[in-house]
């Protein structure tokens, strides 16, 4: 029998994997994967006929739920200081490289276009379909990739784009990396792919986690890291801000003035280091009246969310 008790705020629960959901909401009604910070928590009943180990491991699970739930509230509260403009909106999510839980995340679940980050997936993709070939990249392909990623190259995008298949090649990419709530732009915009900051997190999980079975080998992962290690200078905002200087942030940002509207997408995603241990963190936001505006809204996020997280 699975039981899962919470004071004061509203729970939903739903069977996921292995484990189960727990989504808090303060507005109310629960909804999965949105609200405010979401945590993967499997909380049981503890078996008192069964061996020790056992019973030790069922603690230290309990002790690290609890632990998550309480970053989940101390995010809450990081977030809810947020002073956001007009009619703008953003939603984060972050969590230890080391730590392969579910995120914690502030509205995980909100759907933003990607703009520019979706490159990422792009890149992902393309190592991926080099290795089902067992193939390394062309010359040509690391070429576009590099431009891509180091510079926000749209050309080259392009190119690599139509090379994986366009939005069915990428759907079926993000699909292997466990993404559950991307969908690839159509009529080859590549820049209005809809996502969301979990699955974010979960992408940048197939880049710098290995896990247990990656999808990505070794030497994929240490090129995709590389290269967004390297982003020129005045493309290296965002999550950034929340390192602390030790370790260079590898990440890819993301902006994009609409165009029925003329306000400002502005994301960033990546992995950032923080007192020696290293951050996945995805924040997206909408809504801006400028691009200052939105990146110093996804910064002053960055900060929040990683110092919640981390507990500082």
């Given at each position: 029998m699975v039981v899962a008790v919470f004071v004061g705020v509203l729970v939903l629960v739903g069977w996921a994997g292995s484990g189960f959901v727990a989504v808090r909401d303060e507005g109310g009604a629960g909804r999965a994967g949105g609200g405010p910070a979401a945590r993967t928590a499997g909380a049981g009943t503890p078996d008192v006929s069964r061996a020790p180990g056992a019973a030790r491991a069922e603690e230290a699970a309990r002790a690290e739920e609890a632990a998550a739930a309480q970053a989940g509230r101390r995010l809450d509260r990081a977030m809810a200081g947020v002073?956001?403009?007009?009619?703008?909106?953003?939603?984060?999510?972050?969590v230890p490289v080391d730590d392969d839980g579910a995120p914690v995340a502030y509205r995980g679940a909100s759907v933003f276009v990607t703009a520019s980050v979706v490159k990422v997936d792009v890149l992902a993709?393309?190592?991926?379909?080099?290795?089902?070939?067992?193939?390394?990249?062309?010359?040509?392909?690391?070429?576009?990739?590099?431009?891509?990623?180091?510079?926000?190259?749209?050309?080259?995008?392009?190119?690599?784009?139509?090379?994986?298949?366009?939005?069915?090649?990428?759907?079926?990419?993000?699909?292997?990396f466990g993404l559950t709530g991307t969908t690839a732009g159509t009529g080859g915009l590549w820049g209005l792919t809809?996502?969301?900051?979990?699955?974010?997190?979960?992408?940048?999980?197939?880049?710098?986690?290995?896990?247990?079975?990656?999808?990505?080998?070794?030497?994929?992962?240490g090129y995709a890291r590389e290269l967004m290690a390297g982003v020129v200078a005045g493309q290296d905002w965002g999550v950034s801000a929340a390192g602390d200087g030790e370790q260079p942030a590898a990440l890819k940002n993301g902006w994009l003035p609409r165009g029925t509207?003329?306000?400002?997408?502005?994301?960033?995603?990546?992995?950032?280091?923080?007192?020696?241990?290293?951050?996945?963190?995805?924040?997206?936001?909408?809504?801006?009246?400028?691009?200052?505006?939105?990146?110093?809204?996804?910064?002053?996020?960055?900060?929040?969310?990683?110092?919640?997280?981390?507990?500082?």
């Open positions: 002073r956001v403009s007009g009619g703008a909106r953003f939603s984060v999510a972050v993709a393309l190592l991926l379909g080099a290795q089902d070939k067992g193939r390394r990249l062309t010359g040509r392909e690391r070429e576009h990739a590099a431009a891509m990623i180091g510079h926000s190259d749209n050309a080259s995008t392009t190119t690599l784009w139509e090379a994986l298949g366009g939005a069915p090649g990428l759907d079926a990419a993000n699909a292997r809809r996502t969301t900051a979990v699955d974010r997190i979960a992408l940048l999980r197939a880049v710098f986690a290995a896990g247990a079975d990656p999808e990505l080998n070794g030497e994929s992962r509207t003329g306000l400002w997408v502005i994301n960033s995603t990546g992995c950032v280091s923080v007192d020696g241990r290293r951050y996945l963190l995805a924040v997206l936001s909408d809504g801006h009246t400028s691009m200052h505006e939105g990146i110093t809204l996804v910064e002053r996020v960055s900060r929040g969310a990683v110092g919640a997280v981390a507990g500082r």
